[in-house]
């Protein structure tokens, strides 16, 4: 069992920036693909960014794509999403994800373990 703990999250002002830390208790990411979802209220979850994290490659949608970035800490068992310039939209709860296999999946199904999510509030 992998347990994932988010922290970062917060109140900023929109253009303003954070960095979200997602650690693993007594595990390294070697070998997991990585990746971050974030839900609005009134909405769905929905895919943020995803990372292989043995060969660093990644993956984001569209609406965070040129100021987003996913990437590994120099420990194995923590991954960062550093979030600039920030917009009200991105007003979300985000959760980090895991799945002991190569690759960026973009859809949660394809993730076995999830934290318990992080708030992030941005205002206008």
């Known amino acids: 069992q992998v347990q994932l703990v988010e922290s970062g999250g917060g109140l900023v002002q929109a253009g303003g920036s954070l960095r979200l830390s997602c650690a693993a208790s007594?595990?390294?990411?070697?070998?997991?693909?990585m990746g971050w979802f974030r839900q609005a209220p009134g909405k769905e979850r929905e895919f943020v960014a995803s990372?292989?994290?043995?060969?660093?490659?990644?993956y984001y949608a569209d609406s965070v794509k040129g100021r987003f970035t996913i990437f590994r800490g120099s420990a194995q068992n923590t991954v960062y999403l550093q979030m600039t310039t920030l917009k009200p939209e991105d007003t979300a709860i985000y959760y980090c994800?895991?799945?002991?296999?190569?690759?960026?999946?973009?859809?949660?199904?394809?993730?076995?373990?999830w934290g318990q999510g992080t708030q992030v509030t941005v205002s206008s």
């Open positions: 990372m292989d994290w043995s060969v660093g490659s990644t």
């Open positions: 994800a895991a799945v002991p296999k190569s690759g960026i999946p973009t859809i949660e199904a394809s993730y076995d373990y």
């Open positions: 007594g595990r390294t990411f070697r070998s997991y693909a």
